[in-house]
């Protein structure tokens, strides 16, 4: 049986990083660049072999890839805590940008902006989570923060933490926010009810709730665009 070759053996144009240093980033493949963050395969796989393996368990979806836990990425096969760490911090990193793409200097004038805004942090989750969107007197965004977490089907919103918070923050309106992992952005009764309370009781500290967001996928539904504010 032929020896395979290692990184080190292959032709210096070949190797990801020297690629990547000589012609950029954008000429490495997924499992390459995948191979660079790792920076070491295993006895019997090249750091390569081993991007394309955590793609393959990925579902050949770099979106799905960015949603597997340390835990979930610990079962592949030759990855590591340390390596599934690595994987886990640049998949973090990059929900971060990307919904950082939107200066939160700019005012939040849609529920298609703040949707853009929210949207990559909570899109892709295999459960629900619950966020709060802290707005000034400009419609400017303040902060976001995760107010809950939930299972498959449900997250808990306390009220009295949403208007705490708001206080605090010296925040003129608040934007509900969770998401429903089924894909389905349809609101349920619960959502109604949580929707209700909250815009009562933020009344009556002068907080106006502009909106509540449902995430799903790579649409929305927004309560104040379909006229249930």
């Not at 500290?205 to 995430?215: E, M, Q, V």
């Amino acid at each position: 049986m032929k020896e395979k070759l290692t990184i080190r053996q292959w032709k210096e144009d070949d190797r990801p990083r020297e690629r990547m240093i000589k012609l950029g980033a954008e000429s490495l493949s997924d499992a390459e660049l995948i191979a660079v963050l790792l920076g070491s395969g295993t006895k019997n796989e090249t750091a390569v072999d081993l991007g394309r393996t955590v793609i393959n368990a990925a579902g050949n979806n770099l979106r799905s890839l960015t949603n597997m836990s340390v835990d979930s990425l610990k079962k592949i096969k030759g990855i590591g805590p340390t390596k599934a760490l690595v994987i886990t911090a640049v998949s973090e990193l990059t929900r971060r940008i990307s919904s950082e793409e939107v200066k939160s200097s700019q005012q939040i004038k849609s529920s298609e902006y703040a949707a853009k805004i929210i949207s990559p942090v909570l899109r892709d989750l295999s459960h629900e989570e619950c966020w709060v969107m802290y707005l000034n007197r400009a419609n400017r965004l303040i902060a976001k923060e995760r107010l809950s977490k939930g299972g498959v089907s449900a997250t808990v919103v306390d009220v009295k933490i949403v208007v705490k918070n708001a206080l605090e923050k010296l925040a003129s309106s608040i934007i509900l926010v969770h998401n429903h992992p089924s894909g389905n952005p349809t609101p349920g009764d619960a959502d109604k009810v949580q929707t209700k309370a909250l815009h009562e009781a933020a009344l009556m500290f002068d907080i106006t709730l502009l909106d509540h967001l449902i995430i799903a996928g790579d649409t929305y539904f927004s309560f104040s665009d379909q006229g249930l504010m």
